[in-house]
């Protein structure tokens, strides 16, 4: 089994995401995760940085490529057991052999070199498609499972598309919803880790991008 996991954005300034990300993980059912960083405060800055000046739409999508990056780095460095793989070619020989458990995918040569020339839903290089319609494409492209999106906030009960509308996930996002995989969105701030201490209740202070 293959489950992709973006981690929002929202979610890389909490001090408690490494404790409750790996205690999440391992009560999971077994797969081979493969976790997306989201872009958080940096991406934050490029989008407002672009909403008021003349940098545009392609050159703000590869800032913020190069901003999941550095974060997917940093997410591999402190979540233990985990592989870093920062090549599609390397994902996929991963994933088909099952030979790593939790790898942290960095998307950027992924999306420079390969995403554009996949079947499938093309991403644009624009503000409609962030961290949560990247996901969905690593997903379609390895014929992935499930796709798990974590977040600060509860998931309204409402279709792809009025999540979207309302800005849950992006506006691309729904382009995803024909696909196999199933859908999960978890709040990683409402789990409880098995020790009984709860690590709800802390607000997400940036985007999920």
Request: proline fraction near 5%.
């Amino acid at each position: 089994m293959i489950r992709v996991v973006k981690v929002g954005g929202s979610l890389l300034d909490w001090p408690e995401l490494p404790v409750v990300l790996d205690a999440w993980l391992k009560e999971q059912p077994s797969a081979s995760n493969i976790l997306i960083s989201g872009g958080g405060r940096h991406v934050d800055v490029i989008r407002q940085t672009s909403g008021s000046s003349s940098l545009n739409d392609e050159t703000a999508h590869w800032l913020a490529i190069d901003a999941m990056s550095s974060n997917s780095r940093w997410l591999a460095d402190f979540l233990p057991n985990t592989a870093f793989i920062s090549t599609y070619a390397e994902l996929q020989s991963a994933a088909a052999n099952n030979s790593c458990r939790r790898i942290v995918f960095d998307v950027k040569e992924f999306l420079r070199e390969h995403e554009s020339k996949l079947p499938g839903s093309v991403l644009p290089h624009d503000w409609t498609a962030t961290s949560d319609s990247i996901a969905a494409r690593v997903a379609e492209a390895l014929g992935a499972d499930e796709l798990v999106l974590l977040k600060s906030a509860d998931p309204p009960t409402e279709s792809i598309t009025a999540l979207a509308e309302r800005g849950f996930v992006d506006r691309y996002f729904p382009a995803f919803d024909r696909c196999r995989f199933r859908r999960r969105f978890v709040n990683l701030r409402r789990f409880v880790v098995s020790s009984g201490v709860s690590k709800a209740n802390s607000p997400g202070r940036s985007s999920d991008r």
